[in-house]
T-cell receptor
């Protein structure tokens, strides 16, 4: 298995632009998580899905952030409009709900908003 | 409510000496506990996990952790540090209940290994 796949690996954009981050979970996993990591705030859970349904989005910073999971093999995290304070590494993780909840992390997307 | 506390934000050891990274947890029932490692500019990788089987858990790269219910601890140890162990380590507890299956991450311990 290729593991969790994220794209792009690096994104540099200007303030006000729309940014879309993509994630492909491990085949057969039914839970998907989006995290953000910064030096100041550490690792934060933004939102997670079970069986493609958003369960908890209380970590989403504000309305500029949105996430979708149209099917079991794909999810997006969108920021519109982006701001410099959104600069961070965004991780996607997947797990098999009903097991021991071990999460498998992707390599992350490093986002820089100028 | 479940939570984890990593008692040290930074730990520095010399190569070849033992490693001890401390973690205390809070849980209203028997938890699942994990240690994840993050090397610089990399994603998080599972080191080991405790899921109510043996209390002494062995992981990758010579690491192990012992679940001690009486002390509510899950400390990570390694007998002899290697330069490649320099990384950030996260203690994690699993949150169960209803539709919830989140992981609660500690704030991390940055391990430095001196030559």
């Amino acid at each position: 298995d290729a593991g969790v796949i994220q794209s792009p690996r690096h994104e540099v954009t200007e303030m006000g632009q729309e940014v879309t981050l993509r994630c492909k979970p491990i085949s057969g996993h039914n839970s998907l998580f989006w995290y953000r990591q910064t030096m100041m705030r550490g690792l934060e859970l933004l939102i997670y899905f079970n069986n493609n349904v958003p369960i908890d989005d209380s970590g989403m910073p504000e309305d500029r952030f949105s996430a979708k999971m149209p099917n079991a093999s794909f999810s997006t995290l969108k920021i519109q409009p982006s701001e410099p304070r959104d600069s961070a590494v965004y991780f996607c993780a997947s797990s098999l709900r009903g097991g021991d909840n071990e999460q498998f992390f992707g390599p992350g997307t490093r986002l820089t908003v100028l | 409510a479940q939570s984890v506390t990593q008692l040290d934000s930074h730990v520095s050891v010399s190569e070849g000496t033992p490693v001890l990274l401390r973690c205390n947890y809070s849980s209203s029932y028997s938890p699942s506990l994990f240690w994840y490692v993050q090397h610089p500019n990399k994603g998080l990788q599972l080191l080991l996990k405790y899921t109510s089987a043996a209390t002494l858990v062995k992981g990758i790269n010579g690491f192990e952790a012992e679940f001690k219910k009486s002390e509510t601890s899950f400390h990570l140890t390694k007998p002899s540090a290697h330069m490649s162990d320099a990384a950030e380590y996260f203690c994690v507890v699993s949150l169960y209940g209803g539709a919830t299956n989140k992981l609660i991450f500690g704030t991390g311990t940055l391990l430095a290994v001196q030559p």
